[in-house]
Structures are given as C-alpha cells and as structure tokens.
C-alpha cells in the first residue's frame, strides 16, 4: 500500500514537499505517479518517475513540481513549488510503468490521499 503525506494550507506563490511512502511493497523496478483530483473533477496524472529517474510531467505543473525518489528511503517526493489555486486537490500516488516516455498506472487503489489547499 502507498501513503501519501505532506500536504496542507498553504498560500499562492508558496511550496510544500509531498512523500509517498510504499509499507508493504517496494518501489524497486517500478515507476510511481503523482495524480490530484479536485472536487467536481477527474483524477489527474501530475507527474511520474520510472526507476532509472525519467521524468514525465503534466504541462500545468512543468518548471513549478519536480518529482524524485529515495531508494533506500522506499520514497518518492513531489516538491512543489509557486503554487496556485488551481493546484488545490487531494493528492494521490500510484504505481505503474512508463511506455514510450508515458506513464500507465498497474493498480486501481488509490489509498485516502492528502489534501493540498492553496489560498489567493
């Protein structure tokens, strides 16, 4: 199972570093994404990582989030950075794997989440 964490209230222009932490699986040789959904909206890819650290990321969020992962850590962080309103949503991670440069999630379980809330 993931567990997302790092979330909370911050301000337009702000940051906030997310984790998400794999309990019962290891991150090894798969790739991990980032997906937020806001309320009244579908579930979004954000960013993803494969394992060798190719990088893949929603246009919205290019030169503001930087995904990476910690090996020994079993982690992988979404650092994200001059947020906007817009970026407000729950925040989810998933496993999958990239083909051809994209990234395909392997699982339907998306765990409880944390919550990102940026205020004007």
């Known amino acids: 199972q993931l567990q997302a964490s790092g979330g909370g209230l911050v301000q337009a222009g702000g940051s906030l570093r997310l984790s998400c932490v794999a309990s019962?699986?290891?991150?090894?040789?798969?790739?991990v994404g980032w997906y937020r959904q806001a309320p009244g909206k579908q579930r979004d890819l954000v960013a993803a990582?494969?394992?060798?650290?190719?990088?893949n990321y929603a246009d919205s969020v290019k030169d503001r989030f930087a995904i990476s992962r910690d090996h020994i850590k079993n982690t992988v962080y979404l650092q994200m950075n001059i947020l906007k309103p817009e970026d407000t949503a729950v925040y989810y991670c998933?496993?999958?794997?990239?083909?051809?440069?994209?990234?395909?999630?392997?699982?339907?379980?998306w765990g409880q989440g944390t919550q990102v809330t940026v205020s004007s």
């Open positions: 998933n496993t999958g794997s990239f083909y051809r440069g994209n990234f395909f999630r392997d699982n339907n379980y």
């Open positions: 019962t699986t290891t991150f090894t040789d798969v790739a």
């Open positions: 990582i494969n394992n060798d650290g190719d990088t």
